[in-house]
């Protein structure tokens, strides 16, 4: 029985241990990064016509250009 309680205790040490730093309050306000990012910052989701999504729900592939 002895056997069982620590191994019971050891996974409980380990969750605790995996759950750090849980008690850290969530950061707020804006990124502190140095490095600028990796993509524009102003850059926009592509524009899809009606048309592509038909076109593309009928399995007829990419548009060609």
Do not use: L, Y
């Not at 969530?26 to 038909?54: F, M, Q, S």
Request: charge should be positive.
């Amino acid at each position: 029985m002895e056997h069982a309680k620590k191994r019971k205790e050891h996974k409980i040490d380990k969750a605790v241990d995996m759950s750090f730093p849980a008690s850290d309050a969530p950061a707020h306000g804006n990124p502190t990064g140095t490095e600028p990012p990796r993509r524009p910052a102003d850059r926009k989701a592509p524009r899809v016509t009606k048309e592509e999504i038909e076109q593309a729900q009928r399995g007829g592939g990419h548009k060609q250009r």
